[in-house]
């Protein structure tokens, strides 16, 4: 069984559009986090959840919406997709919030024509 | 803010033993620093964590100086599978934002 899951694998879709991003975790954990890897690679934080609370809120354009029905899910809401938020998104997770091993999902390779 | 600063790559041949160095001079006393593999198409997998002197498990040893404004991963008697990108991250007991971000990460090519 995939410890952290995210689907879809490969989003190919139009500027403007608003797509989603689902992310489940069958670890236990209470922490769950969305990165961005860029092509230069760095892995970047977006948000964190703790026990379904927001408690990481990097700066971020307004329309990405992360959302969190249970502990176990954090999915990742776009909307007006634009050119620049092509990239690789991760959905990860931990023990707990701090000082703790991530577990990262495979990605989501996303590209925006 | 514990920014790292690791070089961007790195070559070596099967059977060697690889050390990747990252510095991060800001380290503040509640930081821990944390590795991760990063192989194509996957997301990272954690490798070590350390906090001071010296942490060893089944793939990789991680060597941390007094001043902690540095750590070393050691990987011994590298293998192909080893090429992958190598991550080093500090992160802190505040959970800022910035010390979960990543570096731009280490590539190491392991030659035959």
């Known amino acids: 069984d995939t410890a952290v899951s995210q689907t879809p694998k490969y989003l190919v879709t139009q500027m403007g559009n608003d797509k989603s991003i689902k992310c489940e975790q069958n670890?236990?954990?209470?922490?769950m986090y969305w990165y961005k890897q860029d092509s230069k690679k760095f892995l970047k934080i977006m948000f964190s959840?703790?026990?379904?609370?927001?408690?990481i809120n990097e700066t971020v354009p307004n329309r990405f919406s992360p959302k969190s029905p249970d502990k176990a899910h954090l999915n990742l809401h776009i909307n007006s997709l634009e050119l620049g938020d092509s990239a690789v998104y991760f959905c990860?997770?931990?023990?707990?919030?701090?000082?703790?091993?991530?577990?990262f999902g495979s990605g989501t390779q996303l590209s925006v024509l | 803010l514990a920014k790292t600063t690791q070089p961007i790559s790195m070559d070596s041949y099967e059977g060697q033993e690889v050390n990747i160095t990252c510095s991060h001079n800001?380290?503040?006393?509640?930081?821990?620093i944390t590795w991760y593999q990063q192989f194509p198409s996957q997301g990272p997998r954690f490798i070590i964590q350390g906090y001071k002197t010296k942490v060893t498990n089944e793939v990789a040893s991680l060597f941390i100086p007094a001043d902690r404004k540095s750590s070393t991963l050691s990987l011994p008697r590298v293998s192909l599978s080893d090429t992958a990108v190598y991550y080093c991250?500090?992160?802190?007991?505040?959970?800022?934002?910035?010390?979960?971000?990543f570096g731009s990460g280490t590539q190491l090519t392991v030659l035959p």
């Open positions: 959840y703790n026990n379904k609370e927001l408690i």
């Open positions: 800001n380290i503040a006393t509640n930081d821990y």
């Open positions: 670890l236990g954990h209470d922490t």
């Open positions: 991250l500090v992160e802190g007991a505040s959970g800022s934002a910035r010390q979960l971000t």
């Open positions: 990860a997770s931990s023990r707990q919030a701090y000082n703790e091993k991530l577990f």
